[in-house]
């Protein structure tokens, strides 16, 4: 199966952001606490887009008095262990919220969830109404396997307006001008980057970024097609010592190995002024709104899409992200919850106040022909800019933790997460890395 059949990658609609890699201290009750015969949903927690799911949930039980969905919520990584153990043990929830990409393809391999295929046949009214990029991610082998819901969700360098004014200077239209940047940054005791580094996940943005920019897409494509020995291209050694280069000029933080994505605290470095710029999701807009004070709505936050390289090959149009969150029916459901979940999937996003919640919370939803209702959101500017952002795009490659198998990419965040410490050397990165190409 080709990348552009699986990921949909090539992009002609507005489309952006929800990951939420939220903050409760771990698993939080959406109401209801199990009831006997419910269909039951573990979604992500933590502002701004739990409450819409909990929202959603409360409606959607609200208004089917005989049937109900009770809901859990989860901090994201303890959510990615969660329900890798819960499914292989046949006990995950009625509704299996995911990423599509590899670790989808694994839970089909696995028989732990439904073939859709029928059903979004039957149901075109629903599946017309979805932006038919986000369906790549969700489908393998030519078959569906989950529906697309929220919305997507390119990855956004975000910086400090403010901190840019203290040092006299503009945002970054190269990367050479952003290694310029570093040391202007650093003399003034501002960190030019915050990053949360224990989360993996964080520091693999800026090598997917860089070796998009400085190769183009085609070299992750030959990994992910499972070619012999993809990761050998100069380009990738390129890629990783520019990283490595980044980390001993102080580019990033100090301590940014133990801080978490989880705990938002990254992004509370970039609102506080503590550091000048942030390489994350389209969610972060969501959250710094939320826990930022008026920081964004006093104007002080900016954002762009990450600049080109200079002499790098890639388009500097293209983005990376999830190009859609997904929810699956567990294939250990019963009929009553399946039939439950279904009637879930008619309705979510179709509602007019969940898509004004969304997009009042900074996201563009995974739906067709939306543009028009933009102009007057509450964050009009930065909803217009992500849709601008991934309508415009060449390429949206989904995040290469969710395009891989689980085995691939745990391997991927490990030997990430030493390269940014310093632990390997490129050559030692490709060199494990090449070793699980198609496991």
């Known amino acids: 199966m080709k990348r552009r059949d699986l990921l949909g990658l090539s992009v002609g609609a507005g489309a952006a952001a929800a990951l939420a890699a939220c903050g409760s201290s771990g698993p939080s009750n959406g109401g209801g606490g199990n009831t006997a015969g419910a269909a039951t949903y573990w979604g992500l927690s933590g502002p701004p887009s739990e409450p819409l799911r909990r929202a959603a949930i409360d409606r959607f039980n609200a208004a089917n008095p ?27 929830p009625s509704m299996v919220f995911n990423w599509g990409g590899g670790g989808l393809k694994t839970y089909v391999e696995a028989g732990q969830v439904d073939d859709l295929t029928d059903w979004f046949a039957q149901n075109a009214a629903v599946k017309d109404k979805i932006i038919p990029a986000s369906f790549g991610a969700a489908t393998v082998n030519g078959k569906i396997y989950a529906r697309p819901v929220e919305s997507m969700s390119p990855i956004v360098l975000f910086y400090n307006k403010k901190l840019f004014d203290q040092i006299g200077a503009q ?28 989360s993996r996940w964080t520091n693999m943005m800026w090598v997917e970024f860089l070796l998009d920019r400085t190769a183009g897409s085609e070299v992750f494509d030959r990994v992910f097609a499972g070619e012999a020995n993809a990761w050998s291209d100069p380009a990738v050694l390129n890629t990783l010592t520019k990283i490595q280069d980044l980390v001993r000029a102080d580019g990033f933080i100090k301590g940014f190995s133990s801080i978490t994505a989880d705990s938002n605290a990254d992004q509370a470095l970039l609102y506080t002024g503590k550091a000048a710029m942030l390489l994350h999701g389209s969610w972060s807009y969501g959250i710094q709104k939320a826990t930022g ?22 388009d500097s149009s293209n983005v990376v992200g999830n190009p859609g969150l997904y929810l699956s029916i567990s294939s250990k459901a019963t009929d009553a919850q399946k039939d439950v979940a279904k009637k879930f999937f008619s309705t979510t996003l179709a509602e007019d106040a969940e898509f004004a919640s969304w997009v009042g919370a900074g996201y563009v939803p995974v739906l067709k022909g939306t543009d028009a209702q933009f102009a007057a959101a509450p964050n009009a500017d930065f909803i217009k800019f992500v849709s601008g952002t991934v309508s415009q795009a060449k390429v949206f490659a989904q995040s290469w933790d969710q395009a891989l198998s689980p085995t ?32």
């Open 171 to 198: 945002p970054p239209q190269t990367y050479g001008e952003i290694l310029d940047l570093v040391p202007k940054f650093n003399a003034k005791g501002i960190a030019p980057f915050s990053l949360a580094g224990q």
């Open 66 to 92: 005989d049937t109900r969905i009770d809901a859990l919520y989860f901090q994201n990584d303890a959510y990615k262990q969660k329900i890798k153990t819960s499914l292989g043990a046949g006990e995950g």
């Open 293 to 314: 004070g008026d920081f964004v709505p006093s104007g002080a936050l900016g954002y762009m899409n990450f600049p080109p390289v200079d002499g790098g090959k890639g």
């Open 408 to 439: 691939a990419a745990e391997n991927l965040l490990d030997n990430i997460a030493k390269l940014f410490q310093l632990q390997v050397s490129p050559q030692q990165w490709v060199d494990s890395m090449n070793g699980v190409i198609g496991k």
